[in-house]
């Protein structure tokens, strides 16, 4: 009896590792969809596509009123890199936006375009998840130019960020969308927004703010609220998930960057389920 237990619990185990994604896959997917890190880490082509081998190595300039900050060189390149930092100032750098002491810029908080306010809800496992596959790639050597600060730096608290997420808010669909949409940080660009802060509270959803930054041209982002008319709630499931995926409206409009819809085209369906779940629980607004 005993040794036939010990054989069926060493034949569970056996079959848990198989099937679990590892922690670097874990990361890999987080980096390459829902996060979208390279959407503003990676260098892009004449054509505006991301370059897959400098993938992460410096991106985008933000040329903002209060700060002037390129997207740095995440791979492991010790000098241009982060190759040299512990797995400790990744995290600090991701959830807190603050760099580690030992660099010359010492302490400095990050600009508030690189998103450590909805990073902040981000369950261990994922943390440790992504520093794993952010020390897997490639490293290239890169050297990206120091930030300008002209403002103090400001982060907008993300409520749900601020209040956290652990598994028992995952048995539902709509708590394990909630947690995709902070970290995936879609309101921070689909809230309402004036004079550089993000009104979340008040303006969940509501869309408004424009890109002009970073050659991004004029575009405003949608209404992406339940409301009937100004947002997607008359919207079936297959427009919404075609919108995310592959950045076509529900009129068949191409639609613009900045939204990182050729990285949201790798999520699984039933993280797209669960987003839509949530989309459809926020309150509308017009
Ligand atoms: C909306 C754009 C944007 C997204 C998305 C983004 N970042 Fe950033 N990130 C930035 C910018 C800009 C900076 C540099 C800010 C500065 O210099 O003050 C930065 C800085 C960093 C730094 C500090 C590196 C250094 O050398 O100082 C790390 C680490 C980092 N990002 C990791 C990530 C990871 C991992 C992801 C995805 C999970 C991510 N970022 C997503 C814009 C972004
Ligand atoms: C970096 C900013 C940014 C992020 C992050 C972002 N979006 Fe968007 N999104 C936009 C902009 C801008 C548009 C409008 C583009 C246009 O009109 O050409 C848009 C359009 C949309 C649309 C189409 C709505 C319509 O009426 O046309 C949907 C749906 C949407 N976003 C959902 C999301 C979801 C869900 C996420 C997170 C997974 C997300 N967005 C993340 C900027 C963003």
Request: glycine content about 10%; some cysteine.
């Given at each position: 009896?005993?040794?036939?237990?010990?054989?069926?619990?060493?034949?569970?185990?056996?079959?848990?590792?198989?099937?679990?994604?590892?922690?670097?896959?874990?990361?890999?997917?987080?980096v390459n969809t829902i996060m979208a890190c390279g959407n503003c880490h990676?260098?892009?082509?004449?054509?505006?596509?991301?370059?897959?081998?400098?993938?992460?190595?410096?991106?985008?300039?933000?040329?903002?009123?209060?700060?002037?900050?390129?997207?740095?060189?995440?791979?492991?390149?010790?000098?241009?890199?982060?190759?040299?930092?512990?797995?400790?100032?990744?995290?600090?750098?991701?959830?807190?936006?603050?760099?580690?002491?030992?660099?010359?810029?010492?302490?400095?908080?990050?600009?508030?375009?690189?998103?450590?306010?909805?990073?902040?809800?981000?369950?261990?496992?994922?943390?440790?998840?992504?520093?794993?596959?952010?020390?897997?790639?490639?490293?290239?050597?890169?050297?990206?130019?120091?930030?300008?600060?002209?403002?103090?730096?400001?982060?907008?608290?993300?409520?749900?960020?601020?209040?956290?997420?652990?598994?028992?808010?995952?048995?539902?669909?709509?708590?394990?969308?909630?947690?995709?949409?902070?970290?995936?940080?879609?309101?921070?660009?689909?809230?309402?927004?004036?004079?550089?802060?993000?009104?979340?509270?008040?303006?969940?959803?509501?869309?408004?703010?424009?890109?002009?930054?970073?050659?991004?041209?004029?575009?405003?982002?949608?209404?992406?609220?339940?409301?009937?008319?100004?947002?997607?709630?008359?919207?079936?499931?297959?427009?919404?998930?075609?919108?995310?995926?592959?950045?076509?409206?529900?009129?068949?409009?191409?639609?613009?960057?900045?939204?990182?819809?050729?990285?949201?085209?790798?999520?699984?369906?039933?993280?797209?389920?669960?987003?839509?779940?949530?989309?459809?629980?926020?309150?509308?607004?017009?």
């Amino acid at each position: 009896m005993l040794r036939l237990g010990v054989i069926v619990l060493l034949l569970s185990g056996f079959f848990d590792a198989a099937m679990a994604e590892s922690a670097i896959e874990r990361g890999d997917y987080l980096v390459n969809t829902i996060m979208a890190c390279g959407n503003c880490h990676s260098p892009r082509d004449a054509n505006g596509r991301t370059i897959a081998d400098k993938a992460l190595s410096g991106g985008l300039t933000f040329n903002t009123p209060a700060f002037v900050a390129t997207a740095s060189n995440i791979t492991p390149d010790p000098e241009t890199g982060i190759g040299s930092w512990t797995d400790a100032e990744i995290k600090r750098a991701l959830i807190e936006g603050v760099r580690p002491d030992h660099r010359h810029l010492s302490g400095v908080p990050l600009a508030a375009i690189m998103p450590a306010n909805f990073y902040k809800a981000l369950l261990p496992e994922d943390l440790d998840a992504i520093v794993a596959y952010l020390r897997s790639v490639k490293p290239v050597r890169n050297e990206i130019a120091d930030p300008v600060y002209k403002t103090p730096i400001h982060r907008d608290p993300y409520p749900d960020a601020e209040s956290g997420f652990n598994k028992s808010m995952f048995k539902e669909p709509v708590g394990r969308g909630a947690y995709l949409v902070t970290i995936g940080h879609c309101m921070e660009c689909h809230s309402a927004w004036s004079r550089g802060v993000s009104d979340f509270r008040t303006g969940l959803g509501r869309g408004g703010r424009s890109f002009a930054e970073a050659g991004l041209g004029g575009v405003t982002a949608a209404n992406i609220t339940s409301d009937r008319t100004a947002g997607i709630g008359t919207w079936s499931d297959q427009e919404i998930v075609r919108a995310i995926t592959q950045g076509i409206a529900r009129d068949g409009r191409i639609l613009k960057p900045p939204m990182g819809y050729p990285f949201y085209a790798g999520l699984k369906q039933s993280d797209l389920a669960d987003i839509l779940a949530y989309l459809r629980t926020v309150p509308p607004l017009q």
